[in-house]
Structures are given as C-alpha cells and as structure tokens.
C-alpha cells in the first residue's frame, strides 16, 4: 500500500537532491535554489531554511551519528553544516568541477566525495582535513554507494564503468563496463549491487564479482535514484520519465507510481529520493519543485 500523505511546496526552482536525518525524524532538501531547507517529518510542514549557498547543491550527506550535515555544490564547494547550531563546521572546495555524490566511513571516520574528474577526496571527520585524493576514473563519477560492512565503495562513471574499491587502502578490487551510458545510482542490498544509467537500465549485480545475475529497463529515461525500502529486498526507483517504481528482489514490478496510472504524483523528471524507515516515509523530488511524501506499507 502507497499513499500521499503530503505534498511540500516552497521551492522556487527544481530539487535535485533529498537526505534523511533518520533519528530526527527530519528531511533537508537542495537543488537550484541556492539554499537548503529542512523539513519535519512529525508534522510533514516547513522548519526552516538551514543554510545559504553559493551555488546550485547535487549532494546531501547526513554524517552518521553527528548532527552534521555535508552539502556539495555545482561550483566544486562543500560546506559542513551543524544542523543543531545552524553554523558552518567547515568550508571546504575541490580542485575543480562539481561535487555530485558524498558518502562517510563511519569506522574509519573519514568523508568520500566524488564529482567531475573522477577524482575521490578523502577527508577526516573529525578535523575535516584533507587525507588523501586518488584518481579513478578519467571521467565524471556520478554515483558512490558503500558496502554494508564499510569494506568497500563502488563507483560509477560517465562511461557505464563500475569501479570496486576497498575502504582499507583504496585499491581496485574490481572494475566492469555494465552501462552503455553514464551511471546515475548505485545501490548495495545484501550482496548484490544495483545500479542504474542513463541508458534506462537497471542491473543486478553479484558482489564482489560485478558478474550481471538480472538486467531490465525499469524506466523509459534516466533511473536517477536506486533506494532499498525495509529490510526484505524492496527497492524504489525514480526517473526522469517522472515515475517511481517499486520492485522486489527478483526485479519483479510491484507497483507504478505516476499519473499515467491516476495518482497525483510529479509531472516532470524525478531525481532524488529519501527514505525514513521507522516511519515508513518515502520522499521524492525533482524538477517539478515539489516534494512528495508518500506512506509506505509492504510485506
């Protein structure tokens, strides 16, 4: 069972990205509008604007276990933000181009951001001070997603190449060309990695192998997002033909959320999701400027 529970507007100008702060039950939301607002999940209503930036934002990170939040921009900045103390903890920039995707090791306290040259930063948690950079890709890298045990990262860039890199010492572990265009997500559920592309492809693929175990077009453009939803192998999609899509761990379609189908969901590309567990919340976004948040309820 899906249902609307609540539509948020006040953005002037699309949302490219959604992240959760699962234990305060709250939602931030950042894309062309040069700001980021936070939202109550308790009453599905505007808190504030937390922070003004300099740019357009394409990454969100919520850093486990503290109250920061970590906001990269088109123009290659990335602010560390105190959601509790609305202050900045660290004004940080990459060498050059975007930042479009940020993730954290929490054992190893260490921030992994990735964005148009394909280079990774590595910075400490702590300090916020730069460890190392590593080259792995010559080209964009849109998408990172972290093994569940933190022992390894897979990267995927404007080729369709996934890069499997341990989280010990950032070597390759394994590299395939799976997409015939530029990777857009990547998603870990159990052993398996998704990952789907601007080719309109999702796959399923074996971990550590990379070997392909399902392949379909789950959408007719872009899936910009790849989600597990509870713990039983639910995923959600979202794409740029303005649909959600919820499938099962086989790749099997469980249901269609789009207008096509009656429900007054997003009327341009969707391209960002968020998901609250314990709330059973599902958040998307995208060009349209308004954010849904639908009730989910699957077994």
């Not at 045990?149 to 996934?162: P, Q, T």
């Not at 453009?221 to 740029?240: A, D, E, M």
Request: aromatic share 10%; net charge neutral; with cysteine.
């Amino acid at each position: 069972m899906i249902t609307l529970l609540q539509t948020l507007n006040g953005h002037q100008n699309p949302v490219y990205t959604l992240e959760m702060d699962i234990p305060k039950q709250l939602l931030y939301s950042a894309g062309n509008d040069k700001g980021v607002v936070e939202w109550d999940l308790q009453t599905l209503a505007f808190k504030r604007v937390l922070c003004a930036v300099p740019s357009s934002v394409y990454a969100l990170h919520q850093i486990p276990g503290t109250s920061y939040l970590a906001v990269g921009m088109r123009s290659g900045d990335l602010f560390v933000v105190d959601t509790h103390s609305q202050t900045l903890k660290a004004k940080l920039k990459i060498e050059s181009g975007s930042i479009f995707c940020i993730r954290s090791l929490v054992g190893k306290q260490e921030l992994v951001v990735i964005g148009e040259s394909g280079k990774a930063y590595v910075y400490r948690l702590t300090d916020f001070q730069l460890l190392y950079t590593f080259q792995i890709s010559d080209t964009t890298i849109r998408s990172i997603a972290v093994y569940a045990d933190e022992s390894a990262l897979a990267f995927g860039d404007k080729n369709g190449v996934i890069y499997l890199i341990s989280a010990v010492d950032y070597q390759l572990i394994a590299k395939a060309k799976i997409h015939d265009m530029s990777i857009t997500s990547l998603c870990f559920v159990g052993k398996s990695l998704y990952s789907g592309g601007r080719d309109a492809k999702m796959y399923k693929l074996d971990y550590p192998s990379l070997e392909v175990a399902l392949e379909i077009t789950p959408h007719l453009f872009t899936v910009y997002s790849i989600l597990p939803l509870h713990k039983n192998g639910f995923i959600s999609t979202v794409s740029r033909d303005k649909t959600i899509k919820i499938w099962n761990s086989d790749l099997k379609l469980q249901k269609n959320i789009s207008r096509d189908k009656g429900i007054a969901s997003h009327f341009l590309s969707i391209n960002s999701q968020a998901y609250h567990p314990e709330l059973g919340l599902l958040a998307t976004a995208g060009d349209d400027k308004a954010i849904h948040i639908w009730q989910i309820s699957l077994t």
